[in-house]
């Protein structure tokens, strides 16, 4: 195989991006981009707070799940989703981050504030 020696992550939706060595995690390539995805299990595909979604078009960028990540995503992995902490960036590829929980119901809340929809934003 004839990697490229330095391969640009693209994480999205901010369209930060990392550039980082053939073989190395997601969750490298998180941290390098400067940003903060929560973990509990040190990366050990424990906790599952890594999930990140790729399109299946950038597939190819990732290096195929091996076992852990397998049985703990099952048919997640169908449906585009990898842990950060398992998948080792193969190639070129753009990662969706999901939008932090609490963050996401602050924006939803803020949002139909401003559509006038709620009297008790709080
Ligand atoms: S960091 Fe816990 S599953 Fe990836």
Do not use: Y
């Amino acid at each position: 195989m004839n990697a490229k020696s330095q391969i640009t992550v693209t994480f999205l939706p901010e369209q930060r991006t990392a550039s980082v060595k053939h073989g190395v995690t997601l969750l490298e390539a998180v941290r390098k981009a400067g940003i903060v995805l929560p973990t509990r299990c040190g990366g050990k595909a424990g906790c599952m707070m890594c999930k990140v979604s790729v399109e299946r078009t950038d597939a190819a960028g990732l290096r195929p799940p091996a076992e852990a990540e397998k049985r703990k995503l099952g048919s997640l992995l169908d449906e585009g989703v990898r842990l950060a902490c398992q998948a080792a960036v193969w190639g070129d590829v753009q990662v969706h981050i999901p939008e932090d929980p609490l963050k996401a119901a602050v924006r939803r809340r803020l949002e139909a504030a401003r559509r006038g929809e709620s009297e008790d934003l709080w």
